[in-house]
């Protein structure tokens, strides 16, 4: 079995909004692996018992967009940016669920994988994280999106051109500049 193309995914997307289930049969476990994929790399850094797995941050995610239906999926791409959305409100909300539940406690761990420019060494919090993106989207929202897409959706610099509708050079210039500037934000003051 070959390995499913980015436009095979885009034409079942297609195929699917238009009412073909069996176009929903055959997107779903290609889907579920690439959530999957993303949220394991999510959690990987997080530390021993934590208590949202993998499984559950794809499944709550997965039964968030199959009732999704009717929006108007563009490609691959926006599928797994609206994903990328989706994935990072889940995570905040059990990060703060567990913030409060704890009274203060520690903040949920993750890894910034290709973004570890921006980390001091540490693993920043994601409600830091959050936080800090909230504020870059009301200074620079395509700064903030061109973040979210590579971070919670895992989507390469061409994918989240496409998605933006930007060159590719833009791409990598917001994404240099939202590295630097949450960098700034989530280091330590001395």
């Known amino acids: 079995m ?23 049969a055959q997107l ?8 999957h994929r993303l949220a394991h790399s999510y959690l990987a850094g997080e530390r ?18 199959i009732d999704w239906q009717q929006v108007d999926w563009q490609n691959r791409a ?8 989706l994935m990072r409100y889940i995570l ?6 567990q913030q409060t539940a704890k009274r203060g406690g520690q903040a949920v761990q993750i890894s910034l994988s290709e ?12 409600v830091a994280l959050d936080d800090a993106l909230t ?11 061109t973040v979210e897409l590579r971070f919670f959706g895992g989507l390469n610099l061409q994918e989240v051109a496409e998605v933006l509708r930007i060159s590719v050079s833009s791409v990598r210039r917001d994404w240099r500049m939202a590295q630097a500037w ?6 330590p003051t001395t």
Do not use: C
Not at 79 to 85: D, E, I, L, N, Y
């Open 78 to 85: 926006h599928f797994f940016g609206v994903s990328a959305k």
């Open 28 to 35: 779903t476990p290609l889907v579920y692996r690439e959530l």
């Open 92 to 97: 905040v909300q059990f990060a703060r669920e």
């Open 135 to 145: 504020t870059l989207e009301k200074l620079d929202p395509r700064q903030a999106r």
């Open 115 to 126: 973004a570890a420019a921006i980390s001091t060494g540490d693993n920043p919090d994601l």
């Open 182 to 187: 949450l960098h700034q934000q989530l280091s």
């Open 48 to 65: 021993a018992g934590h208590m949202l797995q993998t499984t559950a941050l794809v499944n709550e995610a997965f039964v968030r967009l």
């Open 2 to 24: 070959r390995p499913p193309t980015p436009s095979n995914i885009t034409q079942l997307l297609f195929a699917w909004k238009q009412g073909d289930q069996e176009a929903l």
